[in-house]
């Protein structure tokens, strides 16, 4: 039940456009015996569907400028590559701390923006 309550709220939250890693992967890591990396990569898995529908929608509505994706996409394989090498290699701990102040810097970044 808990699991449930924490995708449908993650669900809820990504619905908004917040994304729902803020909630997902903090609740995995205090409410499971998932590890950080771990809690992360559920995260990712999950991202999955949300992002071939918002794809397909954005394809639909020609909101896709084809002349910056290949850059983005591009980008995006090789970050998120160092990304996955970087977390697999850094202990949960630090990893979890590294992510909250991440969370944190968002969160500044959400109050002062106009």
Known sequence: MRLFIIGFLSG????????????????????????????????????????????????????????????IILGGIFGSTIGSLFALKTNPNSLRKYFGIFLLFIGIYELIKK
């Open 12 to 71: 809820i939250i990504s619905g908004m456009g917040i994304g729902g890693g803020t909630i997902l992967i903090p609740s995995l890591v205090f409410f499971t015996t998932l590890n950080q990396q771990e809690a992360q990569g559920i995260n990712l898995i999950v991202f999955i569907p949300v992002a071939i529908v918002a794809l397909i929608i954005h394809f639909k509505e020609k909101n896709i400028d084809f002349k910056y994706a290949k850059w």
